[in-house]
């Protein structure tokens, strides 16, 4: 059978955002309307998730954070926690070698702690072998709350005896998982929730929101296109007055 062929998309006229940052949301909804299990639709969301990857390559994106796992999802039933964390562990294993040639360089927001100690390991090798890498960061958001990340800062803050007179916004971020990175331009929420969902609570305060329909394993490249496209159609003023006044 012939590869089906890529559409041609052109951004040459547009802004491509340099961050990016997704709350991959509705892989339940996808495969309940299948009629399949739930972790059906979490692999479906995995495979997307390498599309999705191609493309931000492909339209030049510098930075993609992707919530893969929240704070609050060890809440839901083990099978799925299990389920999602045998995903994630074999994402590592088949995808690592070509994400390392891709020249995308890993990131991990959250907490290894209470991981299990496998995945840990194959999440820290991973971040080391590409941590050189320079085409595309990818941040992946597991064991990740926004919550649970302004507490760690405040946490290491302390503990390094910082005065509250020399607290800066900027000496703060330094203290996030983000540290060192711009903040979103742009955040995608698939599966038409309207919510942030303890995601970059801090970094995402002036980015732009973009809510779609599409369930995680359906947005892809085209879509991906059509949110950068409307990302040119907003004017950000970060709380000035338009810029024609
Ligand atoms: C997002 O899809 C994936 C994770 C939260 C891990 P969901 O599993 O939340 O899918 P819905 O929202 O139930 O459809
Ligand atoms: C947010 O989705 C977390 C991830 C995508 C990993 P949820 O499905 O967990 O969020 P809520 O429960 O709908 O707010
Ligand atoms: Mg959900």
Known sequence: ????????????????????AIIMDG??????QRGLPRVAGHRAGAENLRRIINACVEFGV?????????TENWGRPESEVRGLMKIFARVLDQELDDLHAQGVCLHHLGDLTGVNPDLQGKV???????KDNDTLILNVAFNYGGRAEIIHAVQQMLADGISPDDLTEDLFSSYLFTKGLPD??????????????????WQAAYSEYYPTPAFWPDFGREELYEAIVVYNQRER?????????
């Open 184 to 201: 979103p331009d742009l955040v995608i929420r698939t599966s038409g929730e309207l919510r942030i969902s303890n995601f970059l609570i």
């Open 62 to 70: 510098k930075i993609l954070t992707i919530y893969a796992f929240s």
């Open 27 to 32: 892989n339940g909804r996808w495969a309940k």
């Open 237 to 245: 003023r970060f709380g000035l007055v338009p810029e024609e006044s």
């Open 1 to 20: 059978m012939a590869l089906r062929q890529k559409k041609p998309l052109d951004l040459s006229a547009y802004r491509v955002p340099t961050h990016i």
């Open 124 to 130: 820290l090798r991973a971040l080391e072998l590409t």
